[in-house]
């Protein structure tokens, strides 16, 4: 990040909430977090949720067109980042406790209410990565919890076609061509794709070894947009090329590959869920962000997990990696019958 733009403000942020970030893992490492299957947890963190993304409208800092910022004097909150953390739990709290008639269809639309009405204060603010990231969430803790995939894909199956009569007779050519442009930025590389555009230029130019630290002219020369955050990957790529990517994405395997470990080390299917819920928020922010930046998908402001700038989300990780490693380690102290059972369905609720 500091060879990017030289001298600036970013490098010293970003350490600084390093430090707190890495305290923050530690901490919640240490934390019995067994309270969180209290149902009173869940719904109050869902309801502190809603009331502060509410509460963002009127009081919150608007950033490039978006109120999704809280002011803070010395820095910015953006509450959608924890929000999703909460939303993990609340999801699992609620998948866990229906596991022996989960494959009931209510289920889809009771959970999908849950991540809805979060969903929509996000979209409206308007955030639409982190609105993205929250919909992957839900889909991929529904696949993960045993639903019904029938009944999954028959919700689909309707919105796809909702979606095609809103396209054949509702929409309008110039909103037509909004959502083509949207969903292909590279048709458009001299107006709304452009930023697709020079991020596939700045991967492409780094090649094989990368142009070296410092020498990334897309970033320096600020042709790249948003180089320290929502382009970040572009930016590294071209200075460290191909063989750098290649360690980034094994770091970023070696990452997923434990965090799915530890989840299926937890005590019982609340732990489990958790795991894998962290799981799918990380891979998510990591998949649309590299297939933004590829001109895959389309640009929709995503962060990059541990490697863009900013605090919110760089805090949020950690804290829920903390939280992962806190729950294995009181999740010895759970009989092993008690876990068996809960696999077999004879407890109805933790």
């Known amino acids: 990040m500091h060879s990017f733009v030289g001298e600036s403000i970013f490098f010293q942020r970003q ?62 909150l953006q509450p959608s980042d924890p929000i999703k953390i909460f939303l993990i739990i609340v999801l699992s709290k609620y998948f866990s406790r229906r596991h022996v008639e989960i494959a ?20 409206l603010q308007p955030d639409f990565g982190s609105a993205i990231i929250i919909f992957m969430i839900w889909f991929g803790m529904v696949l993960v919890s045993g639903i019904s995939k029938k009944h999954l894909f028959l919700v689909i199956f309707a919105g796809l076609i909702v979606f095609s009569l809103l396209w054949g007779f509702v929409f309008a050519p110039y909103q037509k061509a909004r959502i083509i442009t949207f969903l292909n ?44 955050t929502d382009f970040i990957f572009a930016a590294f790529a071209e200075e460290w090329g191909l063989l750098g990517v290649v360690v980034l994405f094994s770091l970023f395997g070696i990452l997923f590959w434990r965090i799915l470990v530890n989840a ?24 649309v962000h590299v297939g933004m930046n590829i001109g895959l998908l389309p640009v929709t402001g995503t962060t990059i997990p541990f490697l863009s700038y900013g605090g919110s989300h760089l805090f949020t990780e950690f804290l829920a990696l903390g939280i992962l490693m806190g729950m294995r380690r009181y999740g010895k102290a759970y009989h092993k019958d008690d876990t068996k059972n809960e696999f077999l369905g004879l407890e109805r609720s933790l």
Do not use: C
């Open 15 to 76: 350490s600084l909430w390093i430090i707190v970030s890495l305290l923050t893992f530690f901490i919640a490492s240490l934390i019995d977090w067994r309270f969180l299957k209290r149902t009173w947890v869940s719904v109050f963190l869902f309801l502190f949720s809603i009331a502060t993304l509410l509460i963002l409208f009127f009081v919150g800092q608007a950033t490039k067109g978006a109120i999704s910022w809280f002011d803070l004097g010395g820095f910015s």
């Open 104 to 123: 009931n269809f209510r289920h889809i639309l009771v959970s999908g209410f849950y991540a809805g009405s979060i969903f929509l204060l996000v979209f």
């Open 185 to 228: 930025p590279l048709t458009d590389i001299r107006g709304a794709g452009y930023n697709a555009f020079q991020s596939t230029v700045a991967i492409g130019s780094g090649q094989i070894i990368g142009k070296g630290i410092g020498y990334g002219t897309q970033s320096r020369l600020e042709f790249l947009p948003e180089y320290e």
């Open 264 to 287: 299926m080390h937890g005590a019982t299917n609340f732990e489990i869920l958790f795991g894998l819920g962290v799981a799918m928020y990380l891979m998510s922010h990591f998949i």
